[in-house]
C-alpha cells in the first residue's frame, strides 16, 4: 500500500509508523472507547468498515494526489481576510477541539478571524438528541447560527449575541 494511503490514516494514530495491517490496528487499539462508535467521517468511516482486500484495492485510486499530511497552519498564519469559523462543539464527524485551539492561537497572534462554537451542536451545526440506542438525532440548527452568517456576510463581522454560540476574536 502507498506510504500517503497509509499516513492518511493510522501514521497520525501511531506516530508515524506504519504497517500493512493499519486499519485492523486502528480497530483494535481504539474500538474500545466510547467515541469510536461515531467515527463517521467520509473516509475514516470507509476504511474502517472496508474488509482489508477490498480496501487495498480501492483505496490508493481513491486517496491518489491527496496530501496525507498536509499542514495548514502556515497559510492561515498568513491569511489577512476575514475569515468566520463556525464550529459544533460536539462534532463527531470532524472533531473540533483542535480546530478551535488552533483558531484561538491565530486570533492570539493578530489573524483577522472570528471563531465561533455551538455548545451540543456536532457535524453541520446541527443540535441533536441521543437516542435509547445511544446514537444521535439531529434535531435543527441552533439560535442565532444563520443569523450569525447573515451578518457577517453583510459586514465582514458579526457583533451582539447569536444563541449560546461563544465566540473569540481579536479585538
Known sequence: MPVGFCAAGFKIARRGRCSRD????VRASY????????VRGDISLFILDTPEAELRQKGPPLLAGVP????PMPVLGNLD????????????EAPSAVTAQRLRGLIGHGRP??????????HGI??????ANGERVSTRNPEGYFKMMRD?????????????????RHP
Open 113 to 122: 478571524i472570528t471563531l465561533a462554537v455551538f455548545p451540543h451542536a456536532g
Open 152 to 168: 457577517f456576510i453583510r459586514n465582514g463581522r458579526i457583533e451582539g449575541s447569536y444563541g449560546h454560540s461563544m465566540v473569540w
Open 31 to 38: 474500538a474500545h472507547e466510547p467515541w469510536f462508535k461515531h
Open 22 to 25: 493499519w486499519p485492523a490496528a
Open 68 to 71: 496525507a499530511d498536509y499542514d
Open 126 to 131: 446541527y443540535e441533536y438528541e441521543t437516542a
Open 81 to 92: 481576510t476575514q475569515q468566520l469559523w463556525i464550529l459544533g462543539e460536539d462534532d463527531s
